[in-house]
């Protein structure tokens, strides 16, 4: 498995740590996006994680050395070339993504899987640009993707067995655990997620409570790790909010998956959470403070 090349699409959120995983695990990675600022604060991030793992003992330094070697930065999609896997994980835009999906195709062997990281969109129309559609795969990591072990990997009505059996050979092989589910909007997590946001801010837009409040109650009496609110300013607003949009799109406009007029605000103003140091916290003092 170690010798499969791995090129990761969109070095932000989650493309920057499935990078991380995949050489983590041994393989040579190449990580391609559009923006070059974005690439070198990836780098900058991967190496402070990695000086931490050094000062934990989970790494050494030749550890690094070997880790770091292995990967590429680019912002070249022809870097993919002589790939096994790609994962893409760029803006959540079905037709952005079915031009790179095109794109990817040309230059890699006609044996690499193409796969992509969405959160919603159907995975079968994604596959549907490619001259072999037999190849496409969803493959979900979680946020953080160093950290969280789940990973969705979703089969569409076109992908071929051997695309799936070999997606999950690589994916098990890095230490996470794969759950192979059928491409649906949101797969398990996201469709189970959807009302833990949806009803948080209804709550909120009723005035039963503010939304600190809520995350309170949701933490410190009910035992989620994160509140709805303190968890979509981690995603982003902007991907959250879009995953929603979609979902309920998907379901024929199902009330239950209504996005919220509040958080559609809060992205207009470009209040996304922690990537912008604001959302519904303020992170500028370096701890999450409620904004008003
Ligand atoms: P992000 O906004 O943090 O990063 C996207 C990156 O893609 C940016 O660096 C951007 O410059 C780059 N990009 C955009 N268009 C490109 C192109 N044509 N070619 C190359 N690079 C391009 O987004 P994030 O949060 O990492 O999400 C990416 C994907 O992963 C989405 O499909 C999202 O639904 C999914 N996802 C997100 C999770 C989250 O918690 N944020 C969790 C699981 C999946």
Redesign the pocket.
């Known amino acids: 498995m170690k010798n499969i090349k791995i090129g990761v699409?969109?070095?932000?959120?989650?493309?920057?740590g499935i990078a991380q995983v995949a050489a983590q695990s041994g393989h040579e990675v190449v990580l391609?996006?559009?923006?070059q600022v974005?690439?070198d604060k990836?780098k900058i991030a991967l190496m402070k994680i990695l000086d931490r793992m050094i000062e934990k003992g989970s790494l050494d330094d030749t550890g690094k050395t070997a880790i770091v070697g292995r990967m590429q930065f680019s912002t070249q999609?022809t870097d993919f070339k002589g790939s096994g896997l790609i994962i893409?994980?760029?803006?959540?835009k079905i037709e952005?993504?079915h031009?790179?999906f095109k794109e990817i195709e040309e230059i890699v062997g006609v044996d690499c899987i193409i796969a992509?990281?969405?959160?919603?969109?159907s995975i079968a129309s994604i596959g549907s640009v490619l001259k072999v559609p037999s190849r496409v795969i969803g493959i979900?990591?979680?946020?953080p993707?160093p950290l969280m072990p789940l990973v969705e990997i979703i089969p569409a009505v076109q992908t071929n067995t051997e695309t799936l059996n070999t997606a999950k050979s690589i994916i098990d092989s890095w230490n996470k655990v794969t759950v192979v589910c059928k491409d649906t909007p949101g797969f398990i997590v996201?469709r189970v997620a959807r009302p833990f946001y949806g009803e948080a801010l209804r709550i909120y837009e009723e005035g039963i409570a503010d939304f600190a409040t809520i995350d309170w109650a949701m933490t410190e009496l009910a035992g989620f790790r994160m509140g709805p609110f303190t968890l979509m300013d981690?995603?982003?607003n902007?991907?959250?909010y879009?995953?929603t949009e979609t979902v309920f799109a998907a379901f024929y406009y199902d009330p239950r998956f209504k996005p919220a007029f509040t958080q559609k605000r809060h992205m207009e103003a470009g209040f996304l959470g922690r990537?912008t140091a604001r959302g519904f916290y303020d992170y500028s003092e370096g701890i999450a403070l409620p904004a008003p």
């Open positions: 699409l969109g070095a932000g959120t989650m493309g920057a391609v996006d559009v923006n974005q690439l990836a999609v893409e994980a760029i803006v959540e952005v993504k031009l790179v992509s990281n969405t959160s919603s969109l979900h990591f979680f946020n993707a996201n981690y995603i982003g902007d991907i959250n879009t995953v990537k």
